[in-house]
């Protein structure tokens, strides 16, 4: 099963982003040119904003998102048409303010705490078994 | 994903509201469910990002998120366990429930890669909330709320 699920994760690291229905920042970290006027997926923090939209940090520079709305720090996920001048013309974004992204983190956190805790009052370690009781 | 406290008290909350009612299944067969419905989040290891033998974490990490890969995953975790069978049978209800609840989220594009990996679709998501809204967190924390103080309630009244 290991081996299985090893060959799997090969597979997948080999040919998942060939699948991806939309170039994203990995392609355009190598040439933005090549996606010009193309729908291409984006995802940074918000580092300015003005009227127009934002500006996101992302592994392949910074990126102006026109007509969208949120804080300095937020995170976008930014689906929409790349224009010259590193432009992006959204179809549907979506904004995670910091905040709530951070906090969704501890809540996590609190979560696996939490499991280990109801995990651990069922069943106890006996050899390398772990038995109910 | 909903954060991991929404993935374990949602089947927290649906399996002990079966317990009270129907005297089963077991805290430890609760616990079980809760440990799958928390095995398909290991892929967000790909937040420390890089790369491992040139290929991208996310990519490499990807079928840990998807029904085959959490079903490996839940069978090497139910060697640990007695009845490995039964362990694991639970183990993939929890998994389950972690990919209903993950269906509801919304993003820009992309999604779950559900049927990995014979068929490579990516929108396996109902669009109704973001990973990080509140709303879900809150009402599954205030449903387990009412339902520990209704177990602890059952619990004194058995002493009594
Ligand atoms: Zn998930």
């Known amino acids: 099963m290991i081996a299985l699920l090893f060959l799997l994760c090969v597979y997948s690291g080999e040919a998942a982003h060939s699948h991806f229905p939309y170039p994203t920042v990995r392609d355009l970290a190598e040439s933005k040119a090549l996606y010009v006027g193309s729908e291409v997926l984006v995802y940074g923090t918000v580092t300015e904003r003005d009227e127009g939209g934002v500006w996101l940090s992302t592994s392949a520079g910074t990126i102006r998102v026109r007509e969208v709305r ?44 939490l499991l280990v805790l109801l995990f651990f009052r069922s069943w106890k370690p006996r050899g390398w078994r772990m038995v109910e009781g | 994903m909903p954060d991991l406290l929404v993935h374990v008290l949602v089947p927290w909350c649906a399996l002990k509201l079966f317990q009270l009612r129907f005297g089963r299944p077991s805290n430890g067969v609760i616990a079980l469910v809760l440990l799958g419905a928390v095995f398909p989040d290991l892929a967000a290891l790909q937040y420390l990002g890089g790369r491992v033998w040139g290929y991208h974490v996310a990519d490499l990490v990807l079928p840990l998120h998807t029904l085959v890969g959490a079903a490996l995953v839940a069978g090497v975790g ?38 990995f990996p014979v068929v490579w679709v990516w929108d396996f998501q109902l669009g109704l909330l973001k990973s990080t809204d509140w709303a879900l967190p809150v009402v599954t924390g205030g449903a387990s709320f009412l339902i520990w103080i209704w177990t602890r309630r059952g619990c004194v009244s058995r002493k009594t």
Do not use: Q
């Open chain 1, 70 to 113: 949120a804080s300095i720090g937020d995170l976008v996920e930014v689906l929409g048409t790349l224009e010259e001048n590193d432009s992006l013309v959204p179809r549907k974004a979506i904004v995670y303010p910091r905040t709530d992204f951070y906090a969704m983190f501890a809540r996590s956190l609190v979560g696996a705490v």
């Open chain 2, 78 to 115: 139910a060697l640990w366990f007695t009845d490995s069978f039964r362990a694991w049978c639970w183990i993939m209800l929890g998994v389950c429930s972690h990919f209903a609840l993950d269906s509801l989220l919304v993003h820009a594009a992309g999604g779950m890669v559900l049927l």
